[in-house]
C-alpha cells in the first residue's frame, strides 16, 4: 500500500489515515490533492494495470491515464465530466461505470469521493473507493451501506483520539461486514478540545430504519486490576470473567440478591445494587425496579422458578434506563455452585436487543405491508415449488377463481399443477402453458405467455403471465414467482384495432383515389393497390416495393411536360411544411396519360416536425372532358341567347336584374351597370325607368307576388324604348329550383309584341264593325219575319174591311155580309194581335203562374222534345235525378225551353268529339233551391260571362239570343243561370229555381 502513495504532506496526514482505513474496509482506496491530482492508488490497481502511481495520475484526454485505462470508453467522458463538476463545486462525487477487472472483461462498479476539509471549510483533498457491483439487490445494498460507509468514516475518525482511531474503524467494519452491531469505548474530542471516555454503537446499514436510544456517555469506566479480584466470591468472579468476554456481566446470591452490577451498567440504568435489593425487602425480586411493568410478572415467575431448581436463567424484557426510557435486552445467567453442586450465587450478562426487537418488528411491519400489497396489487401472483407445483394464490387470484384457499387444488389423482391446468386454463392453452412451465422447471428459465383463465362465473379472460425463479447464493432455485395481468379488455381492443387496421387497409385499397405517403424528405414509401394497379406495378405480392422502385415508378409516369413543374412543388412544400396541391399528367398502365389533381398534407408530431406526408390523387381526366364540353356547350348557349329573337333577362332569387342580354340591353338604352349608385336597387330603377306610368303599378304587384308565392310570371305592358317610344311587350318569367326545391334564380323573357297589340286592336274594331253589321242583317231579318207575319192579318183586314164597306154601301145594304165580314176583321186582328204578343213574349219573357209542378215531369218531357234530334246526331242524353224531389212553381213551358235550349247548344259543342258524345242533365236539392246541372264532353265555354249577353254568339250561324233569353226566364223565376269549364274538358250549364216563387204580376 506504501508504494501507492505520494508524499503524506500532499494530502494531509489525516487524508491519509482515512485512506488507509477505507482500503482496509472496502478496498481499492484512492485519494487526491485539492486540485484532483492523483496521490495515492491501492496497489492492486496499479498492478492489475501494470502502471506506477505517476503513470497513473498523467493527464491523458483531460482526465487520468490510469482512469483512462480502467474506464470502459462508452463511460469514460460523462465520468470525467462529473469529476470535474465536483472538483469546482465541492460535492459529494458518486457514478457507476463499467471497469476493467482482472479478468480481462469489464464490469459494473461504483466510484465514491468526498472532499477532505480543514477548519475554515477549505477542500484539502479528496478520498474515495471503487467499489465492484452486480445485478443484484443484495449486490446493489452492499455498494449503497459501502459507499455510506466510506462517506462517514472520515467525519467520525476526525474526532476520535489518534490511539484510539484504528480500534473504532475496526469495529465500524466489523459492523459493516457483520450486520452485528458494535460498541465501543474511546475517547472523542468534545467542542473545548479536550477529550473524554466515550462509548459509541456502530450500527449496520439496516434496509429498515428503526429509532434508537443513544448510549452514549460521558462518565469514564472504573479500571479493576487483576489483584482486585483475588477473594472475591465465586459467582463475582465468573460475571467478571464473563463481562471481559461479552461485556454487561452481573451476579446475584444464592437469595437472588445484587451483589455486582458493572459501574457503566449504573450509570446507564441510573440505580446501584443495594438500590435494586429494596425491591426483595419489600417482598418482590430483584427486578422490580428495573423491569416494564408489563413484563416483570412474567420475569419474576421464571427468576422464582430458576432461584428454585438451579435451571438457567434466559429470558428477554424491557428495562428502563436512566433517562426513563425502556429498551429491550436479553438476560442469561447460570446458578454457581461450590464443589458439592451447592448454589452459592448467579452470574450473567445483559446483551441490548433493542435495535434487533425494533428491526423485528419493522421486518414484521413491512412483511404485513408487503402481505397487504400482494393482496392488493391488481394482479394475479402466486407462487410455485422448485418443481413446478403451486404452493400460494394471493387473494386477488383466489377472488377470480372464486376459492378461499389453495387447498382446493388438491386431489389425490396428480399433482396441483396438472389439475390447476385442468380446471383453470382453457382448454386450448393449457397443454402450451404446460410445456412452457416444465420447460422453464427443468432449464431454469424464465417464461411468459398470454393464456386464457377461467374466473369463477365460467368466463375465460385472457391473461399475460411471467414467471422467474428465485435462485440462492449456490445457483439453487428456491421457488418460481409468477404473475398473471387481466388483458382480456386489452386483448379484445387489440383485435378489434386489428379488425379496424385490416378494414382501413381495405378501405385504403378499395376507395377510388390513389391514396400515397410520403418521408419527410418527400421520398414515397406507400402507394395504395389502386396507385400500384395505375402505374402498372405488381399490387399481388406480398413484399411492398422498396422505395426506390416506387419513386423511379411514380417520376417514370409524370409527362415530360408536367415533370419540372410537379417536381418544384413537391420540393417548396418538403422545405416550407405548406399543403401541396397539383394537377399534372400520369401515365396509366396501358401508356395513356390521364390527367390527375393530386394534394398532401403533413402530419407532425408534438413538437411540429413533419413525421410523414399523406397524398391523394384523383384521375380528373373524364372531369376535365366533360368541363370542356360543358364549357363549350356554355358558350352555345350564351351565343344562343344573344341571338335569340327575344329580350332575355336573369334576376337572382330576390328579384334584381343579374344579366340582360345584348338585344335588351339595346333596347333599353342602358347597361345594368348604369343603374348604380341611383339609390335604388336595380329593380326599382328599371321599373321606374322602363315601364310606363299606367302600367307600372300592375307590374310590381303582380311581380312582387311572382317572387313571394315562386309562381310564374306573365303580363303586357309597355315599356320604354332607348328612343322614349313606349312599345307592347309579354313578359314571362319562371324560377329555375335546385333540387331540394329552392329558387336559386328567376329567368325572364320579353317580347315585343307592339306590332301584334296594333294588329289585334284592328282586328277587334273589325269585329266589332261585322258584329254589328251581322245584328244589322239580323234584324233586318227578323224585321222581315214579323213583317211577314204581322202583314198577312193585316192584309186580311185590309181586304175584309174593303169588302164590308162594299157590302155596307150596296143598295140596299147587305147587312148579313157585312156581318160576316167583320167578323172576319176581328178574327185577322186577333191573329195579328197573337203575333205580336209572341214576339213580345219571346223579348220580355213574361212568366204566367202555375200551380206547383213537379220538375221531374218537367225534366222528362223536356228529354222526351230532343230525343228524335240527339238520337239523330248520335248523342246519349244521361239524366240523374235526386229522389223525393219538392214540387215547384214555374211555367212548365219556359222552363221547358231553357232545358231544350241548353241541350241542344251541348250537343252542338260536341259536334266535332269523337267519343264521350253524351249530355248528362243532374237535379238534386241544395237548400232552399232546386239545381239543374246541363254538362257536355265539347270544347268547353271561352267567355263564360258574356256568353249570356244578347247577339253575342260563338256559333257561325248564331244570333246570340238563346242563352240570353234563358237566363231572362230563370231570373224571372227568381233563380239563377251560369255556365263554369270542368277540369278535364267540356262545360257545365247550371240554374237553380227557388222551391217556392210568386208569380210575377
Known sequence: MTKAFGSPDEIGQEAMQAVRIIESVVGNAWATNAAGEIACVSPGVLSRLALTLEEFGSQSDGGPLGWRRMIHPDDYERSIALWRSCLETGQHFSIEHRTLRASGAYGWSRTSAQPLRNGDDHVLGWYGAIIDIETSADAARFADMAEQAVQELPSSLSKIHPDDRTAAAHAAARAFWTGVPQVTRHRQRQPDGKYRWTETRAEPGYSVSVDIDELV??????????????????????????????????????????????????????????QLNVSVDEGYTAWKQLLHPDDYERTAAAWNRCLETGDDFNIEFRFRRASGSYVWARTAARAARDARGRIVGW??????????????????????????????????????????????????????????????????????????????????DSARLLDAVRHSVATGESYAMKYRLRRSDGVYRWVDGRAAPMIDQEGAILNWYAISIDIDDEMRAQNALRDRERELLQLVDIVPSLLWRLNPQGEPTFFNKRLMCFLGLDGASSDPPDKGRLADA????VHPDDAFSLEEAMKRSVATGENFSKRFRLRRSDGVYRWVESSAEPLRDESGQIVQWYGLSHDIDDQLRV???????????????????????????????????????????????DLDGTGKSRLDATLDAGVHPDDVAGVRERYAHSLATGEPYARKHRLRRFDGAYRWVETRAAAMRNLEGEIIQWNVICLDIDGEVQAEDELRLAQERLSRASHSASLAELSASIAHEVNQPLAAIVANS????????????????????????????????????????????????????????????????????????????????????????????????????????????????VRDRVVRIRVRRV???????????????????????????????????????????????????????????????????????????
Not at 233 to 262: C, K, M, Q, T
Not at 554 to 557: A, D, E, L, T, V
Not at 967 to 991: D, K, P, V, Y
Request: glycine residues 6%.
Open 802 to 913: 174593303n169588302a164590308c164597306h162594299r157590302w155596307l154601301l150596296a143598295a140596299p145594304p147587305n147587312l148579313e155580309r157585312a156581318k160576316i165580314t167583320a167578323e172576319r176583321i176581328i178574327r185577322d186582328a186577333k191573329s195579328a194581335a197573337e203575333v205580336v204578343s209572341r214576339i213580345r213574349a219571346l223579348f220580355k219573357q213574361r212568366v204566367e203562374p202555375q200551380s206547383d209542378t213537379d220538375f221531374v215531369t218537367v225534366v222528362a218531357e223536356a228529354v222526351h222534345l230532343i230525343a228524335e234530334e240527339a238520337m239523330r246526331r248520335r248523342v246519349r242524353v244521361v239524366v240523374d235525378i235526386e229522389k223525393s224531389l219538392p214540387y215547384v212553381a214555374v211555367d212548365q213551358v219556359h222552363i221547358q225551353q231553357v232545358l231544350v235550349n241548353l241541350i241542344r247548344n251541348g250537343m252542338d259543342a260536341m259536334d266535332a268529339a
Open 927 to 1001: 237548400g232552399d233551391f232546386v239545381a239543374a246541372e246541363v254538362s257536355d264532353h265539347g270544347t268547353g265555354v271561352e267567355f263564360p260571362e258574356r256568353i249570356f249577353e244578347p247577339f253575342f254568339t260563338t256559333k257561325v250561324n248564331g244570333m246570340g239570343m238563346g242563352l240570353a233569353i234563358c237566363r231572362s226566364i230563370i231570373e224571372s223565376h227568381g233563380g239563377r243561370l251560369w255556365a263554369q269549364n270542368t277540369e278535364t274538358n267540356g262545360a257545365t250549364f247550371t240554374f237553380t229555381l227557388p222551391i217556392e216563387v210568386e208569380a210575377e204580376a
Open 627 to 673: 368541363e370542356e364540353a360543358l364549357r363549350e356547350r356554355e358558350r352555345s348557349l350564351w351565343q344562343l341567347v344573344e341571338t335569340l329573337p327575344a329580350m332575355i333577362d336573369c334576376a337572382s332569387p330576390n328579384g334584381e336584374p343579374v344579366y340582360r342580354s345584348q338585344q335588351l340591353r339595346e333596347f333599353l338604352g342602358y347597361n345594368l351597370e
Open 554 to 557: 411514380f417520376r417514370g409516369g
Open 347 to 428: 452470574f450473567g450478562i445483559a446483551l441490548d436487543i433493542d435495535v434487533y426487537k425494533k428491526t423485528v418488528e419493522a421486518l414484521c411491519g413491512r412483511e404485513l405491508e408487503l402481505s397487504q400489497l400482494v393482496d392488493m396489487v391488481p394482479v394475479h401472483i402466486r407462487r410455485l415449488g422448485p418443481n413446478g407445483e403451486p404452493t400460494f394464490f394471493n387473494k386477488r387470484l383466489l377472488d377470480f377463481f372464486g376459492w378461499n384457499d389453495i387447498e382446493q387444488l388438491k386431489t389425490t389423482a396428480g399433482s396441483r399443477l396438472a389439475t390447476a391446468m385442468h380446471k383453470l386454463v382453457h382448454p386450448e
Open 217 to 274: 456517555t460521558d462518565r469514564e469506566p472504573r479500571m479493576v486490576a487483576a489483584s482486585d479480584t483475588a477473594g472475591e466470591p465465586e459467582p463475582l468472579r465468573s460475571a467478571r470473567a464473563v463481562e471481559s468476554i461479552f461485556g454487561n456481566g452481573w451476579a446475584f446470591d444464592a437469595r437472588g440478591r445484587w451483589i455486582y452490577l458493572h459501574p457503566f451498567a449504573q450509570n446507564s440504568l441510573g440505580v446501584t445494587p443495594e
